[in-house]
């Protein structure tokens, strides 16, 4: 059984941090072939919307998976120390911030259902919380670390995965 003491440090999270580096950088690609498959119908769509709306999904999806990928792969160097981790949690937490912004111009200027809007700010806005909330109680050693990030990464990944259907199916309806 892991100490508390482990929660915090990322030595200790060797086999999560191997399992979804696999995991993300599967489904980024799937990701990417989904996109190639339907990018006239995705580019089609958005023409008659007046938006990038669903290109910002892509963008969105690709940006959580590889967050996901990036922050295992740094969990993965063995000298790494908790608090430079918990920068990296922080910055990392910033770089998922940017496709909520461009989402919510694109909103703007589109026809989008505010639900559907409203649900993926809500979702992006609790995975970035999520990640703010591991690196700052990673930092200051309470709170409970590493141990959020299971919930930062499931919530990644459904977001990316209900966008990959939207890119891949939902388009050709």
Do not use: Q
């Given at each position: ?25 599967t ?15 995705i ?87 999520g ?43």
């Amino acid at each position: 059984m892991m100490s508390p003491l482990s929660d915090y440090d990322p030595a200790t999270w060797h086999d999560f941090f191997e399992a979804t580096a696999g995991a993300s950088a599967t489904l980024s690609g799937l990701i990417f072939v989904g996109v190639s498959i339907n990018v006239r119908a995705i580019l089609t769509e958005e023409k008659k919307l007046g938006s990038r709306s669903l290109t910002g999904r892509a963008l969105e999806s690709l940006v959580d998976l590889l967050v996901v990928l990036a922050i295992s792969f740094v969990g993965l160097v063995p000298t790494i120390s908790a608090p430079w981790f918990a920068a990296y949690l922080g910055f990392s937490a910033v770089v998922c911030s940017v496709s909520p912004w461009r989402f919510v111009g694109s909103f703007l200027r589109t026809h989008v259902k505010p639900i559907a809007f409203g649900l993926r700010l809500t979702l992006t806005s609790i995975l970035i919380a999520g990640l703010l909330v591991a690196a700052i109680t990673t930092l200051v050693g309470a709170g409970g670390g590493l141990v959020w990030l299971p919930f930062a990464f499931i919530l990644a990944v459904s977001v990316a995965s209900v966008n990959a259907w939207i890119l891949t199916v939902e388009v050709l309806r």
